[in-house]
């Protein structure tokens, strides 16, 4: 059964500070997704990683992904209050397929 | 206009009740799915289609159908509405890449 774990589950910074958010899957996927939520709102699909090595990068997001690991990084740098929202990540169910296997989510709160 | 869209957007139901809840595309795809959404918990998967012809559990299907009317069509039912059914649910599509949600349903069961 894949299981898809993040951590934190909620996270609080201040404006201008850097963070990470740890997503680790457990079994082999050469594939995975973040997603943005807003509170209320449906899910903005973030970063696509295809491969073992795969590096993303938007505004102030960056995400990784280390399939030999079983880890991807979501990291944020200089943190501004418009990026508070639920971040998701989702490893596919099956290899190959589209159906996917969310995390519970990490609630980020930037303060000013 | 909004790529997927899903009806109604709110809806409160009694218990046993038969409930439908619609979604459209009109980006084309094949592949639709059905996710529903509980609070602290990321979404899970209740049904997939492939194809108009091609239908297939998620990881929890129980108490739920499936309808898929057309390409652009996919309709989840509730045959007889419980109170832990009341969540939010998704509708998504997908290409070769990535899924594409709709706005969801807030389904509440009294």
């Known amino acids: 059964e894949l299981k898809v774990e993040q951590n934190p589950l909620f996270l609080s910074m201040q404006e201008g500070k850097n963070y990470t958010i740890y997503c680790n899957y457990s079994?082999?996927?050469?594939?995975l997704y973040w997603y943005r939520q807003d509170p209320g709102k449906s899910l903005e699909s973030l970063f696509v990683?295809?491969?073992?090595?795969a590096v993303k990068q938007e505004g102030r997001l960056m995400a990784s992904l280390d399939t030999k690991a079983r880890l991807s990084t979501l990291h944020i740098t200089a943190a501004v209050h418009d990026l508070s929202a639920t971040y998701f990540c989702a490893v596919p169910w099956e290899g190959g397929s589209e159906k996917l296997v969310f995390g519970k989510g990490t609630k980020l709160t930037v303060n000013p | 206009d909004a790529d997927v869209t899903q009806t109604p957007r709110n809806r409160i139901t009694k218990t046993g009740k038969r409930i439908m809840l619609e979604c459209s595309q009109t980006?084309?795809?094949?592949?639709m799915y059905w996710y529903r959404q509980d609070p602290g918990l990321g979404l899970q998967l209740i049904y997939y289609s492939f194809d108009v012809k091609d239908i297939n559990k998620g990881e929890i299907s129980d108490g739920y159908s499936v309808s898929r009317q057309a390409q652009a069509k996919f309709s989840l039912s509730l045959e007889s509405a419980i109170p832990n059914q009341t969540a939010l649910y998704f509708c998504?599509?997908?290409?070769?890449?990535?899924?594409?949600f709709g706005p969801g349903t807030r389904l509440t069961v009294l």
């Open positions: 079994t082999t996927s050469d594939r």
């Open positions: 998504a599509t997908s290409d070769s890449w990535r899924q594409y």
């Open positions: 980006k084309g795809h094949d592949r």
């Open positions: 990683l295809l491969s073992n090595g």
